[in-house]
């Protein structure tokens, strides 16, 4: 296929996404039923994105442009993509890169997240018969050129292993961070709840740890936390909620809590589900070295991403900052 006829089909793929129509539905139900963190609202939510953000022809045009993808491609490769399951569809950026550079893709889905994906790759077979070979789906990822795998610090040392020697793109836990100046208004500090809460803040770009000022006062955001209060009626969240009470409860440790979200003063970026944690600084120049912080994925705040932005990611938004495009370019 050209570079145009696979842009063609990629916009019909956008458009049935966004038409939504009894077999979609069906299949986004599937996916809930398979997943029971994929609640119906989030997979609204990531698929409405991809198909607003990613699949339009005027994005595609643009970004190929940015970096000469060729109308042709001659000598394709294989392409391993090891796909996370963390939130619905979290690896069809990956997917998305390689088939529009006209490589092959052979696909591991995650066992958390095959219904949705899958479905789409059916379904672009079934519309172009002739793409039968350019996107396969498979346990067992051997014989590739190359490889894209998404996984976690223990995972990634598995994949170094047994990928290092070929061209590769290896990305491990990344998270997101917020500066807070305290003149954040109401409808800021709500947008801030949703890149906190959001996929119930099981992705990389879902903030889990907030830089504030010494003197700041939390109240503004434990209350416009609350617009996630219906959390607690979802059992899977209030099971680690009532966990991470009883640790910092056990532990003597401070906290702050509304009753679904749990704020407690400490330095990682990682925290569990449930929880945020937050560090004091004096000024802004020390948080300078977070722009360069292999653990952080976004920044938001005044002076960087806006608040309420972290989950809408563009197609140039690429994950651990690793241009998948450049890379699949090169191969």
Known sequence: ????????????????VQRND????????????????????????????????FLQKDKLDNWV???????ENNQPVTVGIVMAGNIPMVGFHDLLCIFITGHISKIKLSSKDEVLIEHLVL??????????DLILIAEQLKGCDAYIATG????????????????????????????LDGSETTEELEKLADDIQTYF??????????YVPPDYNFSPLLAALNKYAHYEDFHKYKHNYDYQLALLMMGNKFYMT??????SKNESFFTAVSQVNYEFYSNTEELESLKNNADVQCIVGHHALPFGQA???????????????????SL
Not at 123 to 131: D, F, M
Not at 160 to 174: A, E, L, Q, S, W
Request: net charge positive; proline share 5%.
């Open 311 to 329: 989950q809408q990611p563009s197609l140039a938004d690429y994950a651990d900052r690793v241009d998948t495009m450049k890379f699949a370019v």
């Open 201 to 210: 803040g099981l992705g990389c770009r879902n903030v889990t740890k907030l």
């Open 258 to 263: 509304n009753g679904t979200v749990l704020l």
């Open 65 to 71: 442009k940015d970096y000469r993808v060729p109308a």
């Open 152 to 179: 976690s610090n223990n995972s990634g040392r598995y994949f170094d292993y047994y990928f290092g020697k070929y061209p590769h793109i290896i990305r491990r836990n990344r998270t997101s961070v917020a500066i």
């Open 123 to 132: 379904l672009l077979k079934k519309w172009a018969p002739e793409i039968g």
């Open 22 to 53: 009894d077999e979609w539905q069906h299949v986004k139900e599937q996916a809930n039923r398979k997943n029971p963190w994929f609640v119906p609202e989030f997979i609204e939510m990531a698929t409405n994105n991809i198909g607003n953000a």
């Open 1 to 16: 296929m050209t570079l145009q006829q696979r842009i063609e089909l990629l916009v019909r793929l956008g458009e049935y």
